[in-house]
């Protein structure tokens, strides 16, 4: 069965010593947490302190992006090398850095793969705008970015994909998809995660992002396809995020 996974995405929010503040909070609140994997995606800056504050828990650390050379002049950019060995994970293809930094399926699929190589799993972050999904293209647009965002990986690197379900329309927006839709788009990426990579495909994790909250987690996280969130707002506030991992049952 696949292990759950509730990821916390803090976007551009909390200095160094919130951070530190907030994940010391996280450690006390999901200390009896065995089953579900947890992993915090604070911004670089709060990346070391954060590892520091959850050392010796279960807790994961995460990136929410990274460039895909590893190393050279790229101004500002933080490379796959540079996380190898400090994180766990990280989202790459996030919508927000399709929209506002220009990110396209190339470039995002050249990240996936710079981070399988350096030993980092990555969390490709797919979903359809309001305005695709009002056009019913929405199955159209989750197989592109999927194919494109995983070309030229294979299905034991595969295994270490985590997919997150974004609707784009649903991000910030406090419309969630209803757990009937995210059930439905999550089996859909199945689908075609078989296709692409055989029986892989039941064992990679599937996550659901978009205004998941305390009191929606748990009907959404109960779909068989869906194996966790990916949680932007509701990550920031302890009490909040607790409530999510919490929610997340047992699917034995
Ligand atoms: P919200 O939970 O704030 O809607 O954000 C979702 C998200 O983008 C996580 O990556």
Aim: charged share 20%; aromatic share 6%; hydrophobic share 45%.
């Amino acid at each position: 069965m696949r292990t759950q996974i509730v990821a916390g995405n803090w976007k551009m929010n909390k200095t160094v010593s919130e951070a530190y503040d907030l994940a010391i909070e996280l450690v006390t609140g999901l200390r009896a947490v065995r089953e579900t994997e947890v992993v915090l995606c604070p911004p670089f800056v709060s990346l070391t302190t954060v590892k520091s504050a959850i050392a010796n828990t279960m807790l994961k650390l995460g990136a929410q992006n990274m460039h895909d050379q590893d190393k050279g002049a790229f101004t500002g950019e933080v490379s796959p090398l540079m996380l190898a060995g400090l994180v766990d994970y990280v989202i790459l293809g996030h919508s927000e850095r399709r929209q506002h930094f220009g990110e396209d399926d190339a470039f995002i699929n050249r990240k996936v793969r710079a981070a399988l190589r350096h030993g980092l799993r990555p969390i490709l972050c797919i979903g359809e705008t309001l305005a695709q999904n009002e056009r019913g293209e929405t199955e159209a647009v989750l197989s592109t970015q999927l194919h494109a965002g995983l070309a030229g990986v294979t299905p034991d690197e595969a295994a270490r994909v985590v997919i997150a379900y974004e609707p784009v329309w649903a991000i910030g927006t406090g419309r969630a998809a209803t757990a009937a839709d995210a059930q439905d788009r999550c089996a859909y990426i199945r689908a075609q995660l078989s296709a692409r990579f055989g029986e892989v495909a039941a064992a990679m994790r599937i996550q659901y992002g978009g205004s998941v909250t305390g009191a929606n987690a748990a009907e959404i996280l109960a779909q068989p396809d869906v194996d966790g969130a990916l949680v932007g707002g509701a990550s920031l506030k302890a009490e909040e995020f607790i409530a999510i991992v919490r929610s997340v049952k047992s699917k034995l």
